[in-house]
Every structure is written in C-alpha cells, then in structure tokens.
C-alpha cells in the first residue's frame, strides 16, 4: 500500500515537472518567434530605406567633372553625357556612359567615380596620334592600333606607306612597332616610314636621309650607331643599321 502511494505521489511529481517544463517551451517559442518577426520587419524596412535613398534626390548628380581629355572638348563631354543630370548616383553604369561617349573615336576608355553627394566624375583616356597615312579619303592621322583619329591638320608626325587598312595591315603594325621602339628625339626626326617586308622598315629622316632600319630589335643600338654615323659624315649618304654591329654608308653617288 505505501508502495503504490509513493509510485502515485512520485507521478504527480513528475506530471507538473513536465506541465511546467511544456510552459516554459511555450513561452521560449513565443518569445523567438517574435524576436523572428522584428527581424523580418527591420530587414524590410532597411532595405526599403537604402532603396528610396539611393532613387530619391538626396543622391542626384548635378555636376559632372571630367579628367583626362584633351583632344575631346569639355563641352562636347557634357553635352554628350547632359542626360545623366538628375539621375541618381547610384543608378550610373559604365555601358550607359559607354553608349554617350561612342561617337568620340579619339577616346580610348573612360572609368566612372562616384562623389557623393551630387558629383559624377569621368575619366577619359584618349588615343594618342603616332603617325599619318593616306588613304582613298585623304591623309589623315591614326594611332598605334590603326584607328582613325581625324584628318591631318598641320600634325608634325611621321607618314607610314602602307595601302592597306591599317587596322588590319601587317605592315603598319611593324612600322608602329619600330616607332614605338625609336627613342624619342629619332621618333621626331622621321618623316616618312616605307615598308617593304615585316622585317625590312626603312625610315626617311627631315632633310632626306635614307636610313635602312630593318625590325625593332636592338633599337637602341641602332640609334647609338646611326647618331655616330651621322656625326662623322659631311657628304650627302644614307644609312643601313639593319645589322647594328656592321653598318653601312650609302654614297649617294653609287
């Protein structure tokens, strides 16, 4: 009898163990779920917060800055990119900028910085002329990867001999490399570069000295021993440097 009492009271015990313990659970539940809930809500509502902020007018461009150029005008820039006034900073991408800017062939790229609050700044990289060439149209000047820039205009700058489009021309691109690779006080010097092979380039100097060059290597050596050359003759000659170690003088008279 005092077995089944003690097993009655021991179950009693640990029913309002569990009812306390299930109480308990409910209230922890309730209390996540809730915690869940701000959550939720905070979220949205930041975000919703940093959406209206970044489409509203606290960000609107109202002055566009430009760096870098110098054959494109400022104004023609501005007028260009005039529509992206008003729009919110970040909502500028690089391919809406691209399309503004694609009729200036003279530019070779550009990057976008952002100045909050209201100031959109555009950096240009422009192409820089390397020679002239003429072609069906005229003579016009174009840079080293054979672009056209605009037509000549009083440039001083060397003209390649080429027939070719020079954008697709093996023969520009070796004399753009041997241009490239001239230090710069010959580069001012040529007048017109002649082609002949990929490896034979020859160079006519201001004044009309004919100089045999050949590829671009050993430019340096070259120059050293055409300036040599050059300083020990009085007579009217030219030149080959093509194999720097055993130049040869070109009489004019042979």
Do not use: C
């Amino acid at each position: 009898m005092k077995d089944q009492k003690g097993q009655l009271k021991a179950l009693k015990t640990q029913a309002k163990l569990q009812r306390k313990l299930a109480k308990k659970q409910s209230g922890t539940y309730f209390a996540n779920r809730l915690l869940a809930g701000f959550l939720v809500v905070g979220f949205l509502g930041l975000i919703g917060l940093v959406t209206a902020t970044f489409q509203s007018s606290l960000l609107a461009i109202e002055k566009i800055s430009f760096e870098g150029n110098q054959q494109i005008t400022e104004s023609e820039l501005a007028s260009a990119t005039s529509e992206l006034l008003g729009q919110p900073l970040t909502t500028v991408n690089e391919a809406e900028v691209s399309q503004m800017l694609e009729e200036f062939l003279v530019l070779e790229s550009f990057a976008i910085q952002s100045r909050p609050p209201h100031e959109l700044v555009i950096r240009i990289r422009e192409r820089q002329p390397l020679a002239s060439v003429f072609t069906a149209d005229g003579e016009f000047v174009f840079d080293a990867a054979g672009v056209r820039l605009s037509a000549v205009s009083g440039e001083d700058l060397p003209r390649i001999m080429v027939a070719d489009d020079p954008a697709k021309s093996e023969n520009y691109k070796s004399a753009v490399e041997v241009l490239l690779s001239l230090p710069l006080g010959l580069y001012r010097e040529v007048d017109v570069v002649e082609i002949t092979s990929v490896d034979n380039v020859e160079l006519t100097l201001e004044g009309g000295t004919k100089v045999i060059w050949g590829d671009k290597t050993q430019a340096k050596l070259k120059h050293e021993v055409l300036q040599t050359l050059i300083a020990n003759q009085t007579d009217p000659v030219n030149f080959d440097v093509s194999a720097p170690l055993a130049p040869v003088v070109i009489f004019e008279d042979f």
